[in-house]
Structures are given as C-alpha cells and as structure tokens.
C-alpha cells in the first residue's frame, strides 16, 4: 500500500496537467484545501477527509447516483449516500451548499432553485445554469486526439452515441428490434465483428440489429465533465436509440456491464421488452448490513495479483492515478498498439477487441466502473425484484465456466431472484470467449431466443 502511495504520488499528474493546461486537476485522494487551492468547483467530500471536484453535465444531480467507493475504498467512510449533501463545502465563489432539505446559494447574486423529491426521499439539487462552470468538452492532453477518438466532437455527434445499425434492405419488412449493449472496456465491435455477420439469412431480413457505444467508449462522446452515472448511460441510450429509432418493442443481448444498464432500462420500459438476454451479470447478493459499493468492489477487485483479470481489475479499481497513467501510456497510444499487434501476428489477428478495450478515457471508465458497476451493488436486487414481478419477458442467462472476471454464482444468483430465467453453462469459456471464438453458434442461440418470444408474445 506504502509504495503504491508513493508511486500514486510520483506520477507527476498533477504537474502535467498544470503544464499542459495551465490548470490542476485534483483527484479523489486530494485532501479539501488541496481541492481547493487548485480549484474553484463545488468540492465534495466526506467529514473533510476525501474531496473532489464535481462538475456537473447538467442542471441536476442526485447525490445517490455517485458511488461512495470513487471517495473511500474503506468499509468506515460514506456508509450512507445520503450523508454525502451534509459535506458539501462552500466557498466564497460560485458554488452551492445543500443543508438538511434546504439549497441555498453561496453567492446571492446568483439564483438557485430548491427541490427535493420526497417520494423516493432522492436529495436533487437544482441549479440555475450561470451558478455552476461546466468543464470544456474538448479532448485532455491526455487523451488520444486522433480522428477515431475525437470524432464525437462533430456538431452533429457529439449528443448522441455512436449506433450501428444492420437491417434489412426493406426496412418495412423487419419484424423486431434488438438492442445489443457491450460491456466494460468494449465497444459496438464486441457484437458487430462477431454476432452480425453470423445471424442467418433470415434473421438478417426479420430483424433490425442495433449496436451502441456506451458513453465514454468507441465512437461516443467522451465529457470530460461527466460523472458517468446510471442516469446519464441510460439517458443517452433513451435518446440515441429508444427515441431516434422510435422503438415501442425491442430485445436486448447485453454483457457484463451492459447488464446492469439492460435490467435498468427494462425496468423504465416493462412494457416494451421482449427477451432479455444476459451475460455474466455481475450481480453479487450482499449480505444485510453491508456496503453494497464497498462489497461488489472487493468481490470485482480482490487485489489479487493472480489470476492476471483480477490484477489489472485491482490496479484501476483501488488506484486512480496508477489507472490513469496506464491509460495515458496504453489509450493514447492505441494507434502504436494496434499496428504493432498486425505486424507480429503478420496481419492475421483481428484487432477490434484492442480498438474497444483501448478508446476510451481514464475519467469515462473510473467512474463507469464505480458508479454503475459496484455503485449499483445496492440496486440490482430490486431490479430483479421488479423484472420477477412487473416484466412479462423471457430471461436468458449465459455464462462462461472459466470466467474469473464475474463468478458463474453471480449467474445462479439471478435465477434465485428471477426463477423463471434460464441458465446456461459454456464450459471451459472465460468472460470474452463467451462469444468470441463462438460467434456462430451463440448467433444460432440468440435467434432462437428470439423467436421463441415471438411465439410466447401472440
């Protein structure tokens, strides 16, 4: 831990950002007079003991969509989220503080508004737009800034997820819609470069098949002033997908992280769904009085350093500078990385997974990580809850025997809370090769799936 500390501390970060940018950029370990000689942004932190600037995508946020892991990965701090509005510092500048039930406003030349949502006891700040700065949208020096990268800056991108669409020539004649969502570290290519060129010929004139980019990842818009919470996934997906292809009904095929936004979203939409097919869901059953984030951080993270999933799992997880140091040597050189794999492997290795696992940002998949992955280590259950009792929908799990990224269990503990979901077991397949390696015979599994629902619907 000393010497992780200590190399968290030698990176030098700090420094470039001030170099590059003119500009320092605090951290979560920062402590709040660190946070606040470096900035003026509303700070956030715990009784004084972590901090870290939040600066808001919009003019509302809910304190309980922020994961107490990205401040403390120790089980005694921000045991309740709600505790979090009593630690909002107030400077003399522009900038809020929320006490009790009241917002009040730190400049009073400013307006702010007060509400608070007493049906679901959600504290929701809500600001007038001049109180808070938004931070510039623009591409960090540490960031790749080649086109792939920065091609969501367009005027015409950069509100919308990047969207794969493959239907059939006479988009009259298809029948149903499926929604492919891929998970942490991937991208639309997961499912694009495997499953889409394998689905039969007529599933290919029956079904519409629509892949996304997760915010943050491929083609999407990366903020650099987003929190990268579960209200803001499945809002860009509601709007880049449900909306722009004006979807009443719709399967969904999700993997990993994706199945957390995938039970989400069925959640918001019951109605509209007609197969839900997952895998390996990192659902964990948290044991009553536990910190849900803390404790799907430790079974997702054990800070083991074999087998090599679960080290580089702990690396980015627990360390937020030694995370973000490798993706400055590893995401911004993407471009390196992908010809020097086509040139030792003679051109012979498709390289979609490296574009997936490497185009993103550090500041997109830190807080994905923490806010939908183990953030939502205390909603899942009664996401399941709901899907058992309100959902009238197939649910199909798959599993990989070899997985040691999400434990088979996480599978099984799905079918306790959703008995009639079905579960199959790919022995001797790991979290990728669930379907990679196995493209067509997954594809052949899917379109079953579906028609299946088709018939049980009518």
Same mark, same amino acid.
Request: aromatic share 10%; charged share 20%; with cysteine.
């Given at each position: ?65 922020? /994961? &107490?892991?990205?401040? %403390?990965?120790?089980? #005694?701090? =921000?045991?309740?989220?709600? @505790?979090?509005?009593?630690? $909002? !510092? ?51 020096? /540490? &960031?790749?800034?080649? %086109?792939?990268?920065? #091609?969501? =800056?367009?005027?015409?991108? @950069?509100?919308?997820?990047? $969207? !794969? ?60 002033? #987003? ?11 509601? !709007? ?219």
């Amino acid at each position: 831990m000393a010497i992780a500390r200590w190399l968290n501390q030698t990176v030098g970060l700090f420094t470039l950002d001030f170099f590059f940018e003119s500009e320092w950029k605090p951290c979560y370990c920062s402590s709040p007079l660190q946070a606040q000689a470096k900035t003026r942004k509303i700070i956030v932190s715990e009784r004084g003991e972590y901090s870290k600037v939040v600066s808001m995508t919009r003019t509302k946020i809910h304190f309980d969509e922020i /994961s &107490d892991t990205l401040y %403390s990965r120790g089980p #005694s701090l =921000l045991m309740r989220l709600s @505790k979090l509005v009593s630690s $909002v !510092k107030c400077f003399n500048y522009k900038g809020v503080i929320m006490r009790g039930s009241v917002v009040e406003s730190c400049d009073h030349n400013y307006e702010s508004k007060k509400k608070i949502s007493s049906g679901n006891k959600k504290r929701l700040m809500t600001l007038n737009s001049t109180v808070v700065e938004k931070s510039p949208t623009t591409p960090r020096w /540490s &960031d790749c800034n080649c %086109s792939f990268c920065t #091609s969501w =800056l367009s005027p015409s991108n @950069k509100d919308s997820l990047f $969207v !794969k669409v493959q239907q059939p020539k006479d988009n009259k004649k298809a029948r149903d819609n499926v929604l492919f969502i891929h998970g942490f570290l991937s991208s639309s290519s997961f499912w694009t470069e495997t499953l889409f060129p394998n689905f039969s010929d007529s599933a290919k004139s029956n079904y519409r098949l629509i892949a996304v980019d997760l915010l943050g990842y491929g083609r999407s818009p990366k903020p650099n002033d #987003s929190l990268y919470t579960l209200r803001e996934h499945l809002e860009m997906i509601e !709007k880049s997908v449900i909306a722009q292809y004006k979807l009443k009904k719709f399967h969904i095929v999700a993997h990993s992280l994706g199945c957390v936004l995938a039970l989400a979203l069925t959640v918001k939409h019951p109605g509209a769904i007609k197969s839900l097919t997952l895998l390996a869901p990192p659902f964990y059953k948290v044991p009553k009085g536990v910190n849900p984030a803390q404790y799907v951080m430790r079974k997702v993270a054990p800070k083991n350093i074999w087998p090599p999933m679960q080290f580089g799992a702990s690396l980015i997880s627990w360390y937020e500078h030694l995370g973000r140091t490798v993706c400055l040597v590893l995401c911004k050189s993407h471009r390196l990385v992908d010809s020097l794999t086509r040139l030792f492997t003679l051109n012979r290795m498709r390289t979609y997974l490296i574009e997936g696992f490497l185009c993103h940002i550090h500041n997109g998949s830190w807080h994905t990580l923490h806010n939908i992955i183990f953030g939502s280590g205390g909603k899942l259950e009664s996401y399941l809850d709901h899907v058992r009792d309100h959902v009238d929908c197939d649910v199909t799990i798959f599993h990989g025997g070899k997985d040691e990224v999400i434990p088979v269990e996480c599978s099984y503990s799905v079918k306790t809370k959703v008995p009639r979901a079905t579960v199959h077991v790919i022995p001797d397949k790991d979290h990728i090769t669930i379907v990679v390696g196995r493209q067509k015979d997954f594809a052949r599994e899917l379109e079953l799936i579906w028609q299946r629902s088709t018939t049980t619907n009518k």
